[in-house]
T-cell receptor
Framework: AQTVTQSQPEMSVQEAETVTLSCTYDTSENNYYLFWYKQPPSRQMILVIRQEAYKQQNATENRFSVNFQKAAKSFSLKISDSQLGDTAMYFCAFMNPNTGNQFYFGTGTSLTVIP | DTAVSQTPKYLVTQMGNDKSIKCEQNLGHDTMYWYKQDSKKFLKIMFSYNNKELIINETVPNRFSPKSPDKAHLNLHINSLELGDSAVYFC????????????FGPGTRLTVT
């Protein structure tokens, strides 16, 4: 099974500041997908951003961007201009399309945005 | 329109009972999943299923069984419930060969007393 590591169980950031959540993974595959999901207190899982491993360009979605370092097997999430609504658990996930599309999730980072 | 729905959202039951959680997706996806999220928020895949293949996580007890009456539904049956089964269960779906993004249901909080 693939392993995904999120080394920061909890983080906090001041409103309007920038924060980076780290994620590393272990795989011998060359073709895979990486995701960040957000889980607010409502517990709904919401996709934040997606990265295809074959793309060198880092994915960006509005205030959210990733730093994908394939050789280092690192996939960090940067949140710019943090907002109170960003308070949530953030999960990093790995998916290999050759193994039934199963997601492997990290243990999550609990992010609190401080007003 | 709800893309992935689950019923019930909350389920409280006693040890030894048998219960089911229903899941439906209206996205036309070909693959559905069940995840368990424990009290520490750790998400673990239990099953993935499409109309051809069921992949079972080997750590899942055989008291848990997925049942798919059709492509849009994947229900989770649990026999002889135990205290350790208390968790939030998420259903999800995706389309192979597309974006691979998984769409999640709202979750079912199961409490076994």
């Amino acid at each position: 099974a693939q392993t995904v590591t999120q080394s920061q169980p909890e983080m906090s950031v001041q409103e309007a500041e920038t924060v980076t959540l780290s994620c590393t993974y272990d795989t011998s595959e060359n073709n895979y997908y990486l995701f960040w999901y957000k889980q607010p207190p409502s517990r709904q899982m919401i996709l934040v951003i997606r990265q295809e491993a074959y793309k060198q360009q880092n994915a960006t979605e509005n205030r959210f961007s990733v730093n994908f370092q394939k050789a280092a097997k690192s996939f960090s999430l940067k949140i710019s201009d943090s907002q109170l609504g960003d308070t949530a658990m953030y999960f990093c996930a790995f998916m290999n399309p050759n193994t039934g599309n199963q997601f492997y999730f990290g243990t999550g980072t609990s992010l609190t945005v401080i007003p | 329109d709800t893309a992935v729905s689950q019923t019930p959202k909350y389920l409280v039951t006693q040890m030894g009972n048998d219960k089911s959680i229903k899941c439906e997706q209206n996205l036309g996806h070909d693959t559905m999943y069940w995840y368990k999220q424990d009290s520490k928020k750790f998400l673990k895949i239990m099953f993935s299923y499409n109309n051809k293949e069921l992949i079972i996580n080997e750590t899942v007890p055989n008291r848990f069984s997925p049942k798919s009456p059709d492509k849009a539904h994947l229900n989770l049956h649990i026999n002889s419930l135990e205290l350790g089964d208390s968790a939030v269960y998420f259903c999800a779906s995706s389309q192979r060969g597309a974006s691979y993004e998984q769409y999640f249901g709202p979750g079912t909080r199961l409490t076994v007393t």
